[in-house]
Structure formats: structure tokens, C-alpha cells
């Protein structure tokens, strides 16, 4: 074989494998979009009625149906992934999680670290108190009383804002154990919250106080870093289920009223 056949033959061979190559790049990179389908979601599995296990031990809450919802909406997978509250925002920053849905209200700090979905909670934070307590009658009088908070909850920093005593906490739930132990004398939360705790515990000897909270906005969280197009799917499937009612109907099975809309 002459030099010159043996130097085409190389160079046929040398664009066979350049051109395999390229065809393998794009598979690898197809099969990425579909691994991007599937998300990772981080929640709390104690927090009712937004996400907490019923009486068979399954995950459930009002956070969890309008995640499905919209997962099954716009074809995407999810898994959820339990831990405390002050651990989230960690997993969430260390890419444990890819997504967080945990009644995350929407405020400039968050904003200034992650990305937020349309909102699909809207409420209004009430401070709950023993229903014999007269001490405590506004928000502004709990100055030096102790409240009950997750430390980076918006209810947190309104009760440090306020000049509270703050006994922390992993969610609701353990506030209200100790404002009905009497440990503490409150805790700042939102209304729904409150009305499932008395829905579900209509012997419960608390009151809520209403004061100027402005109202709250959750939404679903996500890393800086995320793309932004799986962003806007959720969005799109949050529209499409307000849209046919799917929201609100997911909705009223949890709180009786359409707290997906602002009022």
C-alpha cells in the first residue's frame, strides 16, 4: 500500500471517529434535558397542613398537591427530600435540593439570594396567644415577652423586629406545644395556619390577634444558579392551573377558602 493510500486512509479514519464523537456529545446532552426533568424538592414533612405525613405515614399538605399539580401539568418528576426548616435554604445552597416548596415567603432578602416562582399562597400573619391572655393585645405589645419562631421564618424577623424574646423552634406545630404548656406567650404565624390548627383542634384554648402584617406571598424557591427556563414552566403550570380551577379546588380540600389568590 503507497504512502499517499495509507494518508487518506488515516485521514477517513481520523473524521469517523471526530464525527462519532459529535454524535455522542448530543446524545449525552439529550439525555441531560431529560435528567433535567426530574427535580429534587426540599420540605419539612412536619409543617400541616402545607407538608406533613397523615395517619399511613405518607407525605402529604396542601405544598405537596400544588407541587404534583404542577409537576404533572408542565411533565416533570419529583422527589421530595424532608428536613427542618433552618436546614433548608442549606441544602438548597449546597444543591442537595433543587427546589424548595415550604410556604417560602417572598421577600427582599430571599430575593437577593434565590429565585422565586410565581406566588400560589397568599395570607396574612396573625399573633397567637393563650385565649386568657391579657397582657398581650397588638402586635407592638410583645416587647420582651417570649414568642415562639423559626429563626429565618418572615414571622421570625417580624417578631425580633418587634423586640421579642425569641424561643426557637423547628416549625408550628412545636410553637403551639409550648404556648399551650405555657413556655412561651405567642407566636407570630399566618392565619391559615392557625385556622387548620383550630380546625383540627377546636378544644385548643388560643386566640388569634390581628394586627398591620402585610400580607404574605409563597412561592416556590429556587437556587440562583437554576435555569431559568424550568422557572418559567412552573410558571406556566401554575397559570394553567388557576386557570381551570385546579388551584383553587386544591385549595378549599385544605383550608375551605382560595388562599391561591390574593384578596
Known amino acids: 500500500m503507497g504512502c499517499k493510500m495509507k494518508k487518506a486512509i488515516f485521514l477517513i479514519m481520523t473524521v469517523m471517529v471526530i464525527l462519532a464523537a459529535c454524535g455522542s456529545g448530543?446524545?449525552?446532552?439529550?439525555?441531560?434535558?431529560?435528567?433535567?426533568?426530574?427535580?429534587?424538592?426540599g420540605t419539612e414533612g412536619t409543617y400541616s397542613p402545607f407538608s406533613f405525613h397523615d395517619k399511613n405515614d405518607k407525605l402529604t399538605g396542601y405544598d405537596i398537591d400544588v407541587t404534583k399539580a404542577v409537576a404533572k401539568e408542565i411533565g416533570?418528576?419529583?422527589?421530595?427530600?424532608?428536613?427542618?426548616?433552618?436546614?433548608?435554604?442549606?441544602?438548597?445552597?449546597?444543591?442537595?435540593?433543587?427546589?424548595?416548596?415550604?410556604?417560602?415567603?417572598?421577600?427582599?432578602?430571599?430575593?437577593?439570594?434565590?429565585?422565586?416562582?410565581d406566588p400560589y399562597t397568599y395570607s396574612k400573619g396573625v399573633l397567637v396567644v393563650n385565649e386568657n391572655n391579657k397582657d398581650i393585645k397588638s402586635f407592638d405589645d410583645v416587647k420582651g415577652k417570649k414568642l415562639a419562631q423559626t429563626l429565618t421564618s418572615n414571622y421570625g424577623q417580624l417578631a425580633k423586629s418587634k423586640g421579642a424574646d425569641i424561643t426557637?423552634?423547628?416549625?408550628?406545630?412545636?410553637?403551639?406545644?409550648?404556648?399551650?404548656?405555657k413556655r412561651?406567650?405567642?407566636?407570630?404565624?399566618?392565619?391559615?395556619?392557625?385556622?387548620?390548627?383550630?380546625?383540627?383542634?377546636?378544644?385548643?384554648?388560643?386566640?388569634?390577634?390581628?394586627?398591620?402584617?402585610?400580607?404574605?406571598?409563597?412561592?416556590?424557591?429556587?437556587?440562583?444558579?437554576?435555569?431559568?427556563?424550568?422557572?418559567?414552566?412552573?410558571?406556566?403550570?401554575?397559570?394553567?392551573?388557576?386557570?381551570?380551577?385546579?388551584?383553587?379546588?386544591?385549595s378549599k380540600k385544605w383550608f375551605g377558602a382560595n388562599v391561591s389568590e390574593p384578596k
Open 26 to 41: 448530543k446524545d449525552t446532552k439529550e439525555t441531560s434535558n431529560k435528567d433535567d426533568k426530574k427535580l429534587v424538592v
Open 76 to 117: 416533570y418528576k419529583v422527589e421530595f427530600k424532608e428536613t427542618q426548616w433552618d436546614s433548608m435554604f442549606a441544602g438548597l445552597d449546597s444543591g442537595r435540593f433543587d427546589m424548595i416548596a415550604n410556604q417560602v415567603g417572598i421577600n427582599d432578602e430571599r430575593k437577593a439570594k434565590y429565585k422565586f416562582s
Open 168 to 181: 426557637k423552634v423547628d416549625g408550628f406545630n412545636q410553637a403551639m406545644d409550648l404556648l399551650q404548656s
Open 184 to 250: 412561651v406567650e405567642g407566636t407570630f404565624n399566618d392565619n391559615v395556619s392557625y385556622l387548620d390548627y383550630k380546625k383540627q383542634k377546636p378544644n385548643a384554648k388560643i386566640k388569634a390577634i390581628e394586627g398591620n402584617a402585610e400580607q404574605s406571598k409563597s412561592a416556590f424557591t429556587f437556587n440562583k444558579k437554576q435555569d431559568d427556563k424550568v422557572i418559567k414552566d412552573f410558571n406556566k403550570g401554575l397559570k394553567t392551573l388557576k386557570d381551570n380551577g385546579e388551584l383553587e379546588k386544591i
